[in-house]
């Protein structure tokens, strides 16, 4: 996700280097909608080994096949309630390892309203070649972002590793949760998960197995959905900086967890299910990104200072400052500023090939309007209104009292101060 090493990092689809940051994912992300798809059939292996469960799940499938799981479920979920403790509780199950809170109510079908916040525990499967004690270091750092912004649930994170025998368990683990809750067909889940889905768990796994096998690390999370669930679908590629293959710092995959879990508060204030107006609603790149990224690294550095981070994989590893972060960002646009001249921070895509700048000039737009308007007006004013709204222009204008375009001017004339001076707007 950043340092000066070239480890590829993708995060909301996104390819970034390691040492300059990223967003979504960057090791981080997904697609503005927080929707991929995928396809593919390279699971017949999976499908082999796990012949009993997908027994199970092609019975549940005929059963449920176009049935909604928020719509077959009448209990109410667990109120919500103050997060104490970040503490989890894992175990090892059939093709995966499980870690929920030990503090939240435990998981079930119950129906939680989008938006709300709740008392049940997130769920995070890894693969099995994952270890015991990261997948709760990573059910942990999910749990610290949770405690900062809420409980957004229902939560599920799919952390992949990178033995394909792990990525067969896992996939199998998920395609049957999907076809019992009457989500997907097990045609479709293979299609999605396979070497040619997009975003699916095959491409996560790949990019763990491939970092491992050339000795570079790289790799890749994302919110991947799924509002028509009625979940926040979260998915990682082998968690480098909490291993021990490489010296990746084990606070980058901190700071990916909260860059993903905070597109799934941003998300969460979304209540529509029309793809295009959820894209809307969610703004342009360096707006969307930006903030994942702004508010991420802010919530590491306050949490690191409060001891609520953990501080795991550290000691040895190159190392992960938050004015250090902001500075590769600011020199990363600038290289991107000579690749492609010219093109401005409103214009930038997922699809553009500079599009990093957006996630990191996105992050400093962030730092900038929070410099100027407040640390809170973002989650206490824009996000609580965009279901009132009709784009995120409007939401915009309404929170800072300028247009985008005007802050955007106003912006540019910050671009053009000296990094030392840039650097004075930042949280101390």
Request: with cysteine.
């Amino acid at each position: 996700m950043h340092k000066m090493f070239t480890v590829v990092l993708v995060v909301c689809g996104l390819t970034v280097s390691l040492g300059c940051s990223s967003g979504s994912g960057q090791a981080e992300v997904s697609s503005s909608s927080g929707q991929v798809a995928t396809s593919s059939a390279a699971t017949q292996t999976a499908t082999t080994q796990t012949a009993a469960a997908t027994q199970t799940a092609a019975a549940a499938q005929t059963a449920t096949q176009t049935a909604s799981a928020t719509q077959t479920v009448a209990i109410p979920a667990a109120p919500p309630i103050e997060l104490t403790s970040i503490d989890a509780v894992c175990e090892s199950r059939d093709g995966y390892i499980y870690c929920t809170s030990n503090v939240l109510a435990a998981p079930s079908e119950a129906t939680i309203g989008w938006g709300e916040l709740s008392g049940v525990s997130p769920e995070v499967f890894c693969a099995t070649d994952i270890t015991t004690q990261v997948c709760e270091w990573m059910t942990r750092g999910l749990l610290a972002a949770i405690s900062r912004w809420g409980n957004y649930a229902p939560v599920e994170y799919w952390v992949l590793g990178a033995d394909y025998a792990g990525y067969e368990g896992l996939m199998a683990a998920n395609c049957v949760r999907r076809i019992e809750r009457g989500q997907m067909r097990q045609s479709d889940c293979d299609r999605k998960h396979g070497p040619d889905g997009n975003h699916g768990f095959y491409s996560y796994w790949e990019l763990g197995s491939d970092s491992v096998a050339s000795g570079r690390p790289g790799g890749s999370a994302g919110l991947n959905g799924d509002r028509q669930w009625g979940i926040h679908f979260f998915t990682s590629s082998l968690p480098v900086g909490l291993t021990d293959y490489f010296e990746v710092n084990g606070l980058n995959e901190q700071k990916t967890l909260h860059h993903e879990y905070f597109h799934g508060v941003q998300h969460a204030h979304i209540y529509t299910k029309d793809r295009y107006q959820r894209d809307k609603l969610l703004g342009p790149v360096w707006f969307n990104e930006g903030a994942a990224e702004y508010m991420a690294h802010v919530a590491l550095k306050e949490g690191r200072a409060s001891g609520l981070i953990d501080m795991v994989k550290t000691e040895g590893r190159w190392s992960f400052e938050f004015e250090e972060e902001m500075g590769y960002k600011m020199q990363a646009w600038e290289r991107n500023s000579l690749t492609c001249p010219g093109l401005k921070l409103k214009d930038m895509t997922y699809q553009n090939s500079c599009n990093n700048s957006s996630y990191d000039l996105g992050t400093w737009a962030h730092a900038y309007l929070a410099n100027k308007y407040g640390a809170t007006v973002l989650l206490n004013t824009y996000y609580p209104m965009l279901n009132d709204v009709s784009d995120w222009e409007e939401a915009f204008v309404a929170t800072y009292g300028i247009s985008s375009d005007e802050f955007l001017a106003e912006f540019d004339e910050f671009l053009e101060l000296s990094l030392s001076e840039q650097m004075e707007i930042l949280p101390k």
